[in-house]
């Protein structure tokens, strides 16, 4: 069970739940990959709201790896996350909010009750 107050969450990848967590190490990881100089330049980044889906894998990457997970990059890109594209947004959005305490705009705290995510019905006019 993850611990909110070390910075855990948890997720469901391929029908899976795994504790994911941004240890100083994954952060250190981070910033080596995203090129910033510092943890004030990554939360920075983070606060702009704008990353790419290989940003999203290197965020749930090294979170799972900072949980202990032995898993690379290339093998978080080929999960499945529960709720597609959104789900992903939704990790990435809690492990951020639990990591720097939920000061970024539009992220939820890591206790807070996870959002319902629905794909849309294919079918109009039907849920």
């Given at each position: 069970?993850?611990?909110?107050?070390?910075?855990?969450?948890?997720?469901?990848?391929?029908?899976?739940?795994?504790?994911?967590?941004?240890?100083?190490?994954?952060?250190?990881?981070?910033?080596?990959?995203?090129?910033?100089?510092d943890m004030l330049a990554?939360?920075?980044?983070?606060?702009?709201?704008?990353?790419?889906?290989?940003?999203?894998?290197?965020?749930?990457?090294?979170?799972?790896?900072?949980?202990?997970?032995?898993?690379?990059?290339?093998?978080?890109?080929?999960?499945?996350?529960?709720?597609?594209?959104?789900?992903?947004?939704?990790?990435?959005?809690?492990?951020?909010?639990?990591?720097?305490?939920?000061?970024?705009?539009?992220?939820?705290?890591?206790?807070?009750?996870?959002?319902?995510?629905?794909?849309?019905?294919?079918?109009?006019?039907?849920?």
């Amino acid at each position: 069970m993850a611990n909110r107050y070390r910075g855990e969450i948890e997720a469901c990848l391929d029908g899976k739940t795994w504790k994911l967590c941004l240890t100083l190490g994954a952060l250190a990881e981070l910033e080596a990959a995203f090129g910033d100089d510092d943890m004030l330049a990554l939360a920075e980044r983070f606060e702009k709201g704008r990353l790419s889906a290989n940003d999203a894998a290197r965020i749930i990457g090294a979170g799972l790896r900072g949980a202990g997970h032995d898993i690379t990059d290339q093998a978080v890109k080929a999960m499945r996350p529960e709720g597609g594209a959104l789900g992903i947004v939704d990790i990435v959005a809690r492990l951020l909010s639990a990591t720097f305490g939920g000061s970024l705009p539009g992220a939820a705290t890591a206790d807070a009750p996870r959002p319902e995510v629905r794909a849309p019905s294919p079918f109009p006019g039907t849920r």
